[in-house]
């Protein structure tokens, strides 16, 4: 039995593969929107949420300089 498994895996992998699929029709094609290019200036801005603090709190003290 050894000597024929090869040979009927092969087999039915060649079967397989002369099995002709129906062809599916192609997708048809999307619908887009066309719109006009208009050049204009556009703020720049982000609104971001949240709190800024340090991991440590430290003081700051000023050196006098000579």
Do not use: K, W
């Amino acid at each position: 039995m050894g000597n024929r498994t090869p040979a009927i895996v092969s087999s039915t992998l060649l079967i397989g593969a002369c099995h002709e699929g129906v062809a599916t029709p192609a997708a048809p094609a999307p619908t887009v929107q066309v719109v006009e290019v208009v050049q204009q200036d556009v703020p720049i801005y982000g609104e971001r949420i949240g709190t800024l603090d340090a991991f440590g709190n430290v003081r700051c003290l000023r050196e006098a300089g000579e």
